[in-house]
């Protein structure tokens, strides 16, 4: 059985006083989670976080992370200064990070070996843009970036990788796929793994749905047996929100 994981992308929100506050707030609500809570935030906010959540069962990641442990990349941030912090998971390939900071397959497969080798668990982004959807190419695009993104790993890097299946046009519309398809979507995620690794690789690894998952249709998205949790945005800068999905089985 996959574990699900619940985890917050904060994106560019909350100052180290405000991320101090809603730790605290929300730390008592998801102590009993049957799922693995984890809150990516920005970096200026992770030694703050860190420290509020010292002792509580929530785990805290970055938004980012660059390929080469140093050098002249100025606004980057290295696996290793992450690992020094103690960071347990990082966000990679974002739609956002595509969109505007030129992302491509290739980054999001370097950056996520380098997150593997600083023993932080990548959760890399894949989802497909809404002309790409109407005109019938999510299967095309998502086979690409999960091939040439995810490309050179082998079987046990697996064991730390989470993929987040993000559609473009769902994210911070208020928009979402139905239950049915985001499951059968992501089962199609599975058939790609299989097919590129092999089978215990698509059985093991945790995929998440991330477009516009809030506390309306949280339940009926874990519901269906491909989902593995959710990367979410909004809904996880309000404590009793982001709680409330935690705690959806419950």
């Known amino acids: ?76 941030v290295s696996a290793e200064m992450l690992k020094e912090l103690k960071v347990d998971y990082v966000i990679i390939g974002h739609s956002e990070r ?21 023993k932080i668990r990548p959760i890399v982004c894949v989802g497909e843009t809404e002309d790409e959807r109407v005109n019938g190419l ?16 082998k079987s046990k890097d697996f064991d730390k990788i989470v993929i987040a299946y993000e559609p473009v046009w769902a994210i911070g519309t208020g928009r979402t796929a139905t239950a049915t398809d985001a499951n059968v979507t992501i089962g199609y995620i599975r058939k790609v793994l299989a097919k590129k690794f092999r089978g215990s690789v698509a059985e093991k690894t945790r995929i998440q749905y991330g477009g516009s998952m809030n506390v309306k ?27 409330y999905i935690v705690n959806y089985n419950k």
């Not at 595509?98 to 999001?108: I, K, L, M, P, W």
């Open 98 to 118: 595509r969109q505007y900071f030129g992302e491509t397959d290739e980054t999001v497969n370097k950056r996520t070996a380098a997150a593997l080798n600083a």
């Open 1 to 76: 059985m996959r574990k699900a994981i619940i985890a917050g992308n904060w994106k560019m929100n909350k100052t180290m006083a405000e991320t101090k506050a809603m730790i605290a707030e929300l730390a008592p609500k998801v102590k009993d989670a049957d799922c693995d809570v984890v809150l990516c935030v920005p970096y200026t906010d992770i030694l703050a976080a860190k420290r509020a959540a010292k002792g509580t069962n929530i785990k805290i990641g970055a938004e980012n992370v660059h390929w080469a442990e140093k050098g002249a990349f100025t606004g980057e």
């Open 217 to 243: 249709n949280c339940k009926e998205l874990m519901a269906e047996e491909e989902i593995d949790g959710g990367l979410i945005g909004g809904a996880s800068l309000k404590a009793d929100d982001f709680a």
């Open 138 to 153: 999510t299967e095309k695009v998502l086979y690409r970036q999960i091939t040439e993104g995810l490309k050179g790993f």
